[in-house]
Nanobody, 115 residues
Framework: QVQLVESGGGLVQAEGSLRLSCAASESISSINVMGWYRQAPGKQRELVAAITSGGTRTYADSVKGRFTISRDNAKNTMYLQMNSLKAQDTAVYYC?????????WGQGTQVTVSS
């Protein structure tokens, strides 16, 4: 079972930047897809960005051009660089790993953007 631990969340002013990290308990080289999701109060969890083992990236329209997802297989870590943050980016951000048909989740990290 893969354990995922997010870090890097916090309070930031609008137009600021944060980098989230997701550290896995084992090698991520065999994980097909890793992604970042977020859930704001009263809303459903939504996909923010995903990256495949081959490096293909997908972004939600709302974050395109502002967020960048990456993964470092040598460090068993995935990242989300978030720039030009907006108040509507405020949410709990979750790391996800999909290996075959099994999905693993981290505990989440809070991102709060003040306007």
């Amino acid at each position: 079972q893969v354990q995922l631990v997010e870090s890097g969340g916090g309070l930031v002013q609008a137009e600021g930047s944060l980098r989230l990290s997701c550290a896995a308990s084992e090698s991520i080289s065999s994980i097909n897809v890793m992604g970042w999701y977020r859930q704001a109060p009263g809303k459903q969890r939504e996909l923010v960005a995903a990256i495949t083992s081959g490096g293909t990236r997908t972004y939600a329209d709302s974050v395109k051009g502002r967020f960048t997802i990456s993964r470092d297989n040598a460090k068993n870590t995935m990242y989300l660089q978030m720039n030009s943050l907006k108040a509507q980016d405020t949410a709990v951000y979750y790391c996800n790993a999909l290996r075959g048909s099994i999905s693993y989740w981290g505990q989440g990290t809070q991102v709060t953007v003040s306007s």
